[in-house]
């Protein structure tokens, strides 16, 4: 299983982007997906994540400006930036806690991750 997204590259101060992440197969059941993110030299941070039940949390640093939805008929999470600043220029990774099969334990995910440069 692998976590797949899509939406990052290049844009100027002040535009937006569009991030988007899905499991690679099919699921038994999907639970907190997440948004991280880690420029060269720092650490791996948390941007956003959402519930299931669509109880959202946020870095102080992305409020107001970065929104985190789901689908959960498409197991699919989306991370809204608008108003992109250089400081949010970082490789983004997707996370998500997942069951594969019913009787199985949920597992930790991670996706490969996707580079988003805010430069002029």
């Known amino acids: 299983l692998q976590l797949v997204e899509s939406g990052g590259g290049l844009v100027q101060p002040g535009g937006s982007l569009r991030l988007s992440c899905a499991p690679s197969?099919?699921?038994?059941?999907?639970?907190?997906m997440g948004w991280y993110r880690q420029a060269p030299g720092n650490q791996r941070e948390l941007v956003a994540d959402?519930?299931?039940?669509?109880?959202?949390n946020y870095a102080d640093a992305v409020k107001g400006r970065f929104t985190i939805s789901r689908d959960n008929a498409k197991n699919t999470v989306y991370l809204q930036m608008n108003s992109l600043k250089p400081d949010d220029t970082a490789v983004y990774y997707c996370?998500?806690?997942?069951?594969?099969?019913?009787?199985?334990?949920?597992?930790?995910?991670w996706g490969q991750g996707t580079q988003v440069t805010v430069s002029s």
């Open positions: 996370n998500a806690d997942i069951k594969i099969t019913n009787w199985q334990a949920p597992k930790n995910y």
């Open positions: 959402i519930t299931k039940g669509w109880i959202t």
């Open positions: 197969e099919r699921i038994f059941a999907i639970y907190t």
